[in-house]
C-alpha cells in the first residue's frame, strides 16, 4: 500500500490555485482515463474532466477552492471544503459558498483515478438562485412540516 500524503498535498495545493492557464498541469494530477463525478458531471478521461473546469471558469466569477481538511489512507483520500464563487449571470456582487466533500483513489504513481464529490446541489446551489431559490425554499419548508 503506498502513502500518496505528498501527491495529495500537491493536489490540494493545484487546486487551490487553481486558474484556467494552471489547468494544463491536469495530467500531473490526474491518470489519463481518470473519472470525474460531481452532481452534474459524470465524465471519464483528461479532456472531460479539463472540460468541466473550463466551463466552471466560462459560468461562475473568481471560483476558488479552499480545503479545510483531508485524510489520506494508502491509494484514498477523502477532502473537505468551501467553494468560493460569485455568478456571473445573476448578483456578481454577492459571494457564494458551496461546502463539499472529495473521495479521491490514487493510483501508483499518485495520480488521480477517481475523483468523486459530494455536496447537497440544492441547499448549497439552487436555494441561493433567484426565482428557483424561493422555490426551493418552499419545497424544502413543506417537506419538513
Do not use: C
Not at 500531473?28 to 468541466?52: C, E, T, W
Not at 489520506?72 to 467553494?83: H, K, R, Y
Amino acid at each position: 500500500m503506498n502513502d500518496h500524503t505528498s501527491a495529495v498535498q500537491a493536489l490540494v495545493h493545484w487546486f487551490e490555485h487553481l486558474t484556467p492557464e494552471s489547468l494544463a498541469q491536469l495530467p500531473m494530477h490526474y491518470a489519463q482515463q481518470a473519472r470525474f463525478k460531481d452532481p452534474f458531471n459524470d465524465v471519464r478521461g483528461l479532456s472531460a474532466i479539463q472540460g468541466v473546469f473550463v466551463h466552471m471558469f466560462a459560468s461562475l466569477h473568481e471560483p476558488r477552492f479552499v480545503v479545510t481538511s483531508q485524510v489520506v489512507q494508502g491509494e484514498q483520500a477523502f477532502l473537505t471544503w468551501d467553494f468560493h464563487f460569485r455568478f456571473r449571470r445573476f448578483d456578481t456582487t454577492t459571494l457564494q459558498t458551496v461546502r463539499g466533500a472529495t473521495h479521491l483513489l490514487m493510483d501508483a504513481q499518485g495520480r488521480v483515478t477517481l475523483h468523486r464529490d459530494y455536496w447537497d446541489a440544492a441547499e448549497e446551489l439552487y436555494e441561493k438562485l433567484p426565482v428557483v431559490g424561493g422555490l426551493m425554499r418552499w419545497l424544502k419548508t413543506r417537506a419538513n412540516t
